[in-house]
């Protein structure tokens, strides 16, 4: 009778001999039902969230990135072992990453060397080498290895300077730590534009060797002479949000994935 006059409606038909729902009291039941299922459901995917299972994850990452063998691996892992997290992911050039780590638009960033705000966060994932790329019939093609001072001399396929690419100032400020400015003849917008053009025989250039993944018949991969020709994938993530289960786990797929390789 107390719930009768909080809901504002009889529920029950009592007699001396039988209690029964009222048609008012049925449909109570019926949404009590449904709303008990809710709270239910709710729980379960709080503790979802909370255990990593569910959720969204925002991953923002260089052309390059995909193909670093811990990189690629972690992908495939992490959607294997939680499938009910929805990964999106966008490619952006390093300096477009900035901004959407910083007002939290993403959770992680895969980014090349570069100058960061103090609001953010990074852990270095891969040390990896610069690889020259020769087209096959040029003369340098057939050496071991070359060194930068070959390069310079040549024909220099390149990104623009516009693109916002972290490799540009990585692999510029390489050639001036050896007082050496490469003869620029081609700029373009991505990587896989380089080794083509590489490949039809407009130049040579230089790119991380994860890109060697990328096999073409018409160019060769030569190794650097310089000991220090090499290039850092960062993870990278704000200071000031709160990482969800999801994102930590993972982070901690591809700092673990890393680490191995």
């Known amino acids: 009778q107390i719930l009768e006059q909080q809901v504002g ?3 029950l038909a009592r007699t001396n001999r039988s209690v029964a729902l009222t048609a ?14 809710l709270v239910n459901d ?36 992490f ?3 939680y499938p009910g997290v929805h990964m999106q992911t966008r490619e952006m050039n390093t300096r477009e990453q900035i901004a959407p780590l910083n007002e939290g638009v993403l959770d992680i960033g895969l980014l090349r060397n570069t ?11 891969l040390h990896e080498p610069l690889m ?4 096959r019939e040029h003369r340098l093609a057939q050496k071991p290895v070359v060194s930068l001072t070959e390069l310079a001399e040549e024909p220099f396929v390149f990104f623009d300077p516009h693109v916002g690419t972290g490799l540009y100032d990585d ?13 620029i003849t081609q700029e373009v917008g991505e990587a896989m534009t380089i080794i083509g053009l590489v490949a039809a025989g407009l130049g040579v250039s230089i790119l991380p060797a994860s890109f060697k993944r990328v096999q073409m018949s018409e ?4 190794p650097l002479a310089e000991e220090d020709a090499v290039s850092e994938m960062w993870l990278v993530w704000p200071k000031h949000h709160e990482q969800s289960h999801a994102v930590q786990r993972f982070c901690q797929l591809l700092l673990l994935a890393a680490r191995r390789d």
């Not at 020259?132 to 087209?135: F, G, S, T, V």
Request: aromatic share 6%.
């Open 9 to 11: 409606a009889r529920l």
């Open 24 to 37: 008012a009291g049925r449909q109570f039941l019926v949404d009590s039902r449904h709303i008990l299922s």
């Open 42 to 77: 709710a729980a379960a995917r709080a503790e979802r969230l909370h255990q990593g299972e569910a959720g969204e994850i925002r991953i923002g990452f260089t052309s390059s990135a995909p193909f670093i063998r811990a990189v690629s691996h972690t992908f495939s892992l």
């Open 79 to 81: 959607r294997q072992s």
């Open 115 to 125: 100058p960061l705000p103090d609001t953010l966060n990074r852990e270095v994932i």
């Open 132 to 135: 020259a790329m020769i087209p």
């Open 171 to 183: 692999i510029l400020g390489l050639m001036r730590r050896y007082n050496l400015s490469p003869t």
């Open 219 to 222: 160019m060769r991969w030569v």
